[in-house]
């Protein structure tokens, strides 16, 4: 039987990058590996679609080595934590040690923009930043993948609420442009690197959605999508951010927003990439085919109609 390729972060909810690369090696075949956090019932859903189930955490020495041995292809992504460079590092020298011949790497696009003197007031961009370093001094094969903001993460997170009670999209944005891009387009891309990973070793891929524009575009994209009119209200970052403090929300995970928010309103995320229809042959999702496909989470329910 042919090796299993590592797919770590695969219990994430339906959708997530993580799971929907294991469906979509499953679906190809591929004998797949799928690192979870707990054993649960998305860990037993995975075991139902064919995978071989490994519960263990990032940071865990022995839980690494469980995940990557026998396996020569891998993926390491990890959601916003202020423990992203240790869990990487843990997985590089695992990998290494276990001779991985291809380690494909979750990274953030704003990574392009930084340098040994030029960094951003977000926390997670710096462990970023710092992970693709140790990965290429590390001397594994690795496939660096930078993915811009994604729509699960500003659009279908902290957007719905304001546009089913008020038919406003409420973000620190400014005038700024962005070219936001599913997660689904992303797990495409992971998946082909995956499935043939040799011809990309030591590359670096660009992922975005197919259009960089401003909020003002995107709101006409909310109308089109869901049959109303939605505008764009333009909010200070700072009151956003203690918003998101109260809400409960982790503080790095909150000091990484909020510097994300002051960059787009800076310009900083207009950014346009193909890679993601040069590696799959398929372009990726845009806002209004996003929403129109996620349209139930921006309606209120028919029962607030009824009211």
Partial sequence: MA??????????????VGRTVTELLLNQGKAVRAMVRTEDERARALRALGAEVVVGNLLDLDSMHRAIDGCETMYFGMSVSDAYLAAT?????????????AFINMSQMTVSQMSITETTPSPQHKLHWL????????????????????????????????????????????????????AEDVARVIATLLANPQPHIGKIYHLTGPQSENM??????????????????????EPWRDALLKWGWPVHVVNHLAAMGDLHRAGRFDRLSDDVRK?????????????RKNASAFTAAAKAKEA
């Fill in 3 to 16: 090796n299993p390729i590592l797919v770590t972060g695969a219990a994430g909810r339906v959708g997530a």
């Fill in 216 to 237: 003002h575009f995107f709101a006409q994209e909310y109308s089109k999508a869901l049959g109303r009119t939605i505008t764009f209200q333009d909010i200070p970052v």
């Fill in 279 to 291: 590696l799959t042959g398929q372009g990726p999702l845009s806002v209004q085919e996003f929403v």
């Fill in 89 to 101: 590092v843990n997985a590089a020298a695992v990998a290494k040690h276990h001779g991985v011949k």
């Fill in 131 to 182: 992970a693709e370093q140790a990965l290429n001094w590390s001397g594994l094969p690795v496939v660096h993948v930078r993915p811009t903001v994604f729509l699960e993460g500003f659009f279908l997170t902290l957007t719905p609420d304001s546009v089913r009670e008020s038919d406003q999209i409420r973000l620190p944005f400014g005038e700024g442009k962005t070219s936001p891009v599913a």
